[in-house]
């Protein structure tokens, strides 16, 4: 058994990515380097009820100049683009597939290996040209950065292979986020939550990525320390970010622009709330990244209000359909902002890229640790302490007695969304008897203020469209966005005399 620890980078753009490596990466390397490059065919099997997925095991017979090997990877795990998990290879005489080389030990003892094998049948194939080249970094560990190009196919559909990995050979791992770092530099790549297998299974299912709600908590343990903990926050905010970026790629769903400028909220988020605690430069500097990369998609709000707006299944469809010169109206500007503002080429970009690259690296280079020894205490001595300061924020910007307006509510969201995110960090630490009833009611207002948000963008568009019953839309949307504070109003009165779910 070998245990695999690679870091996938997705290349944007249409260059020439073997030339770039061969001439102007390796020669700034301080690396002894071999190359080569191969041909290579992969067929993935399983049953067709997908038994081998069900145990979370992929398995490939790969052929290279007629030889064929192959490959059994079991369950793993990947944290912020560093994929981890163990794979057991086995030389084939043919190209036909035979579980039964495999020692039984691989398999859960439920499994009947005989049954298994049986029922093996192909859904979908890799092929692609591998660039390969294997390093010897002046530190003494050994690398194997390969370009992959080529497609994953079934009988059907197809999508393309375009990416760099950097697998671990020997040595240290942090050499790996090194090379990333001089690669990122070099031509625009990102980080990839998906290995080909898994994009295959998908495809071979008929299947398409769909935007993902945040949970309701993260799994934290009393015993995770205050860098455990974080490093949990940032790994879950980070792969929600770069799993979004796919889904719009591969979809176009405005959804999944949501996703992305969530995602990146959550990471600046984390590092807002253990900062004081983990206090370093380097902390300190991503944060003023993810601000400005924050901003950059800033338009997506505007965005998502006229998705709402627009929606077929949405609040407001009903009324709005009734007007199809509003309709065409918000259609333009919908697409006038997705042809502003590129979010193709803002997800593309080398920035961000070289951002993810850098959060994914902090699990390893741990630069906190030179400034004392504050993140080895307990998250949980300080998790009550975090949300009580926050809850108490609220209280005092939200004061039950006074009424609130649409306006107090806009302006009251950055706010509460980021106390939210508090809670979704550290809400695990805690029974959940009492933790779900004292978020519900704010999770509305929440949801209340998108809807807020979508009304107002549609009185600040009826007072410059051109729309000929636009008197009586602005006193539909006036008295729409009256009933909604109504209910928020009882949702925030509600929320304030719940009992916080963090006292001992």
């Known amino acids: 058994m070998e245990t695999e620890i690679e870091l996938k980078l997705l290349v944007s753009g249409d260059l020439d990515v073997a030339e770039l490596l ?46 064929f090997q192959q490959t059994l990877k079991t369950a793993g795990q990947v944290q912020g683009g560093l994929h981890q998990r163990p794979e057991y290879n086995i030389e084939l005489s043919d190209q036909y597939p035979d579980l039964s080389l495999f020692e039984p030990g691989i398999f859960p003892d439920h499994v009947s290996v005989v049954a298994l094998q049986s029922q093996l049948c192909p859904l979908f194939t890799t092929h692609f040209t591998r660039y390969a080249f ?16 080529g497609q994953v196919a079934t009988d059907t559909h197809q999508q393309p292979i375009n990416e760099i990995e ?39 299912a008929g299947q398409e990525l769909v935007s993902k709600p945040l949970p309701d908590f993260l799994a934290l343990h009393d015993q995770d320390t205050l860098e455990q903990a974080f490093l949990k926050t940032v790994h879950y905010a980070l792969d929600y970010w ?25 990471v600046s988020q984390a590092i807002s709330l253990y900062l004081p605690m983990l206090q370093c430069d380097a902390l300190l500097a991503t944060q003023a990244r993810l601000i400005q990369l924050n901003n950059d998609w800033y338009w997506a709000e505007t965005l998502l209000a006229i998705k709402t707006l627009r929606s077929r299944k949405g609040p407001f469809r009903k009324r709005l359909a009734k007007s199809e010169e509003l309709l065409s109206y918000l259609r333009g500007r919908y697409e006038g902002l997705l042809l502003q503002h590129q979010p193709e080429n803002l997800i593309q970009r080398q920035q961000s890229g070289q951002l993810q690259i850098d959060l994914a690296a902090l699990a390893y280079e741990r630069p906190w640790r030179s400034g004392g020894n504050a993140w080895s205490s307990l ?68 949801d209340g203020i998108d809807e807020l948000n979508a009304l107002h963008l549609l009185k600040s568009e009826l007072d410059v469209a051109d729309v000929q019953d636009k008197d009586e839309l602005m006193l539909w949307c006036k008295d729409k966005m009256s009933h909604l504070l109504d209910v928020m109003e009882q ?14």
């Open 22 to 67: 061969q001439n102007q990466l390796l020669p700034s390397l301080q690396a002894q380097s071999s190359s080569s490059q191969m041909a290579l065919s992969n067929r993935y099997y399983d049953t067709p009820d997908k038994q081998l997925r069900g145990l979370d095991m992929g398995f490939r017979v790969r052929g290279r100049d007629g030889r």
């Open 134 to 149: 294997d390093l010897v970094m002046d530190s003494g560990t050994k690398l194997e950065l390969v370009y992959d190009k």
């Open 242 to 266: 770069q799993y979004h970026e796919q889904c719009y790629l591969e979809t176009q769903k405005p959804r999944a622009l949501g996703g992305i400028r969530a995602g990146i909220q959550l």
């Open 491 to 504: 949702s925030r009165k509600a929320a304030l005399k719940m009992e916080p779910y963090w006292k001992p």
């Open 379 to 446: 998250v949980q001595e300080h998790a009550r302490g975090w949300l009580a300061q926050g809850w108490f924020t609220i209280s005092q910007s939200m004061p039950r007695k006074k009424k609130f307006s649409a306006q107090h509510y806009l302006s009251s969201e950055p706010l509460l969304r980021q106390t939210l995110f508090n809670g979704l960090f550290l809400a695990g630490l805690f029974s959940p008897e009492h933790r779900d009833q004292f978020r519900a009611p704010w999770l509305d207002i929440i």
């Open 166 to 204: 950097i697998e671990l050979k020997e040595g240290e791992v942090g050499e790996i986020f090194a090379l990333a770092r001089k690669l990122s530099a070099l031509l625009p790549v990102r980080l990839g939550a998906f290995s080909k297998a898994a994009r295959g299974y998908l495809l071979a």
